[in-house]
């Protein structure tokens, strides 16, 4: 019996009353994947490390203003940001591969995603991340199993 993921059994039950995706539709999802993953890494890994250089200036002045701990949703999304990132890179090859390790790093960032949503009160992000993002992530699991 395989492993199941944190949530994943209540997940699946969740996602198993969407409507299904045609089998073209999930081969498609399942090709570009990887490739979606890595461009994902690379901009992701990009926007951290520009993100860090102009977040750190926006502390500063907002404290030259008054506006003591006002940028900490700031950094929590931008360290959601780079662990995302690093998660996507890491996914490249067994996605590549249909691993089943690939899934569950796509499965992690999606989780990451909704944390990082949650903990910065996006519940607009939070609610289109999960119906959307869930909903592609279980329909393409049996591929990955």
């Known amino acids: 019996m395989e492993q199941q993921l944190p949530l994943e059994k209540e ?3 969740v996602f198993a009353n969407f409507p299904a995706f045609p089998e073209s539709l999930i081969e ?3 090709t570009i994947a990887p490739w979606g993953a890595l461009i994902g890494a690379i901009f992701g890994i990009l926007g951290f490390l ?3 250089g102009i977040g750190s200036f926006v502390s ?3 404290i030259g203003m008054g506006a003591y701990g006002s940028t900490w949703k700031m950094w929590v999304s931008i360290l959601g940001l780079g662990i995302a990132s690093v998660i996507y890179l890491l996914a490249f090859s067994p996605l ?6 690939g899934w569950d790093l796509m499965y ?3 989780l990451l995603n909704l944390v990082i949503n949650a903990i910065t009160f996006s519940i ?3 609610i289109i991340s999960f119906l959307i993002g869930g909903w592609i992530l279980f329909q393409v699991r049996p591929k990955y199993i």
Do not use: E
């Open 96 to 101: 590549r591969a249909r691993r089943k390790r």
């Open 108 to 110: 992690y960032a999606f």
């Open 60 to 62: 500063v002045a907002s």
């Open 124 to 126: 607009f992000g939070l």
């Open 28 to 30: 498609l999802l399942v």
């Open 50 to 52: 520009s993100l860090v």
């Open 11 to 13: 997940l699946r039950d």
